[in-house]
Nanobody, 122 residues
Framework: QAQLVESGGGSVQAGDSLRLSCAASWRIYSSSVVGWFRQAPGKEREFVALIRWHSGTTLYADSVKGRFTISKRNSENTVFLQMNFLKQEDTGVYYC???????????????WGQGTQVTVVS
């Protein structure tokens, strides 16, 4: 069964950094796209960043541009989200997902992880 497992969440101070990991239990196809999404308490889940598996092309939400970096390690079928200069508004459950379209729309992603909690305190 295909699974995505996120890790690396935690509670940090505003201005700190965290690195999230998303490990796939299968070999990610070269045509795939891996995205990170997050859901803050009481809010809808929103797009954060994505990376195209083959080319490494990335896309970021405006709210994280310049602070977050998405990267991948093909040999380990793992995607990372380096989060710097964290703000309280970055608090939420972070999910990774795999799809086949270069899209920030959640409907484009068919396999989701269980999520990892990120809490940023002032």
């Amino acid at each position: 069964q295909a699974q995505l497992v996120e890790s690396g969440g935690g509670s940090v101070q505003a201005g700190d950094s965290l690195r999230l990991s998303c490990a796939a239990s299968w070999r990610i196809y070269s045509s795939s796209v891996v995205g990170w999404f997050r859901q803050a308490p009481g809010k809808e889940r929103e797009f954060v960043a994505l990376i195209r598996w083959h080319s490494g092309t990335t896309l970021y939400a405006d709210s994280v541009k310049g602070r977050f970096t998405i990267s991948k390690r093909n040999s380990e079928n793992t995607v990372f989200l380096q989060m710097n200069f964290l703000k309280q508004e970055d608090t939420g459950v972070y999910y990774c997902a795999v799809g086949s379209q270069y899209s920030s729309a959640q409907s484009s992603y068919r396999t989701w992880g269980q999520g990892t909690q990120v809490t940023v305190v002032s």
